[in-house]
């Protein structure tokens, strides 16, 4: 088999595991979201930012295990890198937030859906190029 084709193969893979992870995550987000916005009627812009946030730890975990199979000791910086990126991520994520919903009035959720599918390809390339490389 022609190595490219290889690593294709395993970059693919991993781009699906990463997006199966984001798709848990997904769960956390919104979930996490939806109960700060309208149970706790905490700010809609805090509310996806703290459901981002534990998205993207437990999202964390689960690609330094399952997606990246990291054996790498030093999880703090790992962790430190995935988190800033991640962090960047909900600077473009609460953007595309308050660009579609802020400006074009599109409904919140679905603004959160399309801004969640460009972060998770920022994340994935990101992450794959620096923090598990």
């Known amino acids: 088999m022609d190595l490219n084709k290889l690593i294709d193969k395993v970059f693919l893979l991993k781009f699906v595991k990463f997006c199966l992870v984001g798709f848990s995550g997904i769960f956390v987000d919104f979930g ?7 149970v706790l009627k905490v700010q809609k812009y805090i ?6 946030t534990l998205a993207a730890t ?10 990246f199979n990291s054996h790498n ?24 937030i308050w660009l579609l919903n802020g400006k074009f009035r599109i409904n919140f959720y679905l603004s959160k859906l399309v801004a969640t599918l460009i972060v998770t390809l920022w994340n994935f390339l990101i992450n794959a190029y620096f923090t598990f490389a």
């Not at 509310?47 to 981002?52: P, T, V």
């Not at 437990?58 to 997606?67: D, E, G, H, Q, S």
């Not at 800033?84 to 953007?95: D, F, Q």
């Open 32 to 38: 996490t979201t939806y109960f700060f916005k309208e």
């Open 47 to 52: 509310a996806n930012a703290i459901g981002f």
């Open 58 to 67: 437990t999202n964390y975990f689960l690609n330094r295990i399952w997606t």
């Open 73 to 96: 000791p030093q999880i703090i910086q790992e962790f430190s890198r995935f988190f800033v990126i991640a962090l960047i991520g909900l600077g473009i994520n609460s953007a595309i």
